[in-house]
């Protein structure tokens, strides 16, 4: 008798984290209810095991409904638009339905997080238990959702995780990739949102994607409120230079020996925007972000999991702007796990 399949459903779908989840589940073997709350573009065709569900959250018991047998709930939503306005409206709403869901399921709810909740004097060595001393409104949201989670468990036995990981990229339109890194590779310029000595954490999704999934598989003894540390790529400003003026050279976008036109981006001229442009204020306070030195530790996650997952970084940013519908010759793919020794 064949053993029924472990089924997870995706909140947010049709984000680029929520796809990228679709895609893992997916491909390791999952029955996959992704949730969306408008009509797809495409007949929503099913890919494998993946099966489409047109749903608003202001339902939450209908969803459930829906969703009866889920062994496992990943809150992908996002709010509308990166200003302080629109996470204050939605952030936590969202996140409430998202446990009203898991907890009516008894399913095991997991969280992308970020860094935000550290605030600009964070260490450079942040572990899942680093306090947490937001510097802005978005940090100080990100440590109430975990309150949240937190708060669900005590009042009812949700199990959560919570993944924490730095700026994302790949998986379609909408990172700093696309909107300042490489906007102008084309042309030959590169745009650096920091110093070019300054190491950061990036999360190339599909690696996060299946770093969710890797632990989903041991939703039935993961209990209480969780939080790991997901490492993915340190990475200053040259690294990013080097990464992409490779791309250029192949793609030619830029002669043999010529080397790409690097600016930083003009701070002052965006917090002075960010006086009309709510967008741009919203960008402005995370500029230390950039500016900070800072990496995950992920021992406890690779305790659970194993060796975390970790794309080499010239074929991540290949496939990255690959996605974006670029002309980009992708290297062939070889899912690389990254060494103990190098975190």
């Known amino acids: 008798m064949n053993k029924p399949l472990r089924t997870v459903l995706i909140l947010g779908a049709t984000g680029r984290f929520g796809a990228a989840a679709v895609r893992a589940f997916d491909a390791a073997g999952w029955r996959v209810l992704a949730q969306h709350r408008r009509p797809l573009r495409a007949a929503g ?10 749903a608003d959250l ?3 018991a209908a969803l459930a409904t829906r969703a009866a047998g889920v062994d496992v709930v ?3 939503m996002n709010p509308a638009a990166y200003t302080d ?10 996140m409430r339905a998202a446990i009203d869901i898991a907890r009516r399921l008894d399913a095991l709810l997991l969280f992308p997080g970020n860094v935000y909740n550290f605030g600009a004097a964070m260490p450079a060595l942040l572990h899942e238990d680093t306090p947490r001393q937001p510097s802005t409104l978005k940090g100080a949201l990100r440590v109430e959702l975990e ?3 937190a ?5 009812s036995g949700l199990r959560s995780v919570v993944i924490r990981a730095g700026d994302f990229f790949g998986s379609g339109h909408g990172s700093l990739l696309d909107r300042v890194l490489a906007k102008d590779l084309r042309r030959g310029r590169i745009a650096l949102p920091g110093a070019r000595d300054v190491a950061t954490p990036w999360a190339y999704l599909p690696d996060l994607a299946r770093t969710f999934e890797r632990v989903a598989r041991h939703h039935e003894r993961l209990d ?3 939080v790991l540390h997901f490492a993915g790529h340190a990475l200053t400003g040259q690294d990013w230079c080097d990464a992409l003026e490779a791309v250029a050279h192949e793609a030619g976008w830029l002669r043999p020996g010529q080397a ?4 930083s981006l003009p701070w002052p001229l965006i917090r002075a925007a960010g006086l009309l442009v709510p967008t741009w204020s919203s960008l402005a306070q995370m500029r230390y972000l950039w500016t900070t030195p800072h990496r995950l530790a992920n021992e406890r996650l690779e305790a659970l999991i194993g060796p975390e997952p970790h794309t080499p970084l010239p074929q991540a940013v290949r496939q990255a702007l690959g996605d974006l519908g670029w002309p980009v010759e992708p290297i062939p793919a070889q899912r690389g796990l990254r060494p103990r020794s190098a975190q």
Request: proline share 5%; charged share 10%; hydrophobic share 55%.
């Open 260 to 263: 790409a036109k690097v600016s």
């Open 74 to 76: 990943v809150h992908a």
């Open 58 to 60: 202001a339902d939450p």
């Open 85 to 94: 306005a629109a996470w204050r409206a939605e952030a936590p709403g969202m």
């Open 147 to 149: 309150e949240q989670l």
């Open 224 to 226: 209480g409120a969780q």
């Open 45 to 54: 065709a099913a890919a494998g095991n993946v099966q489409w569900l047109q």
């Open 151 to 155: 708060q669900a468990h005590a009042a």
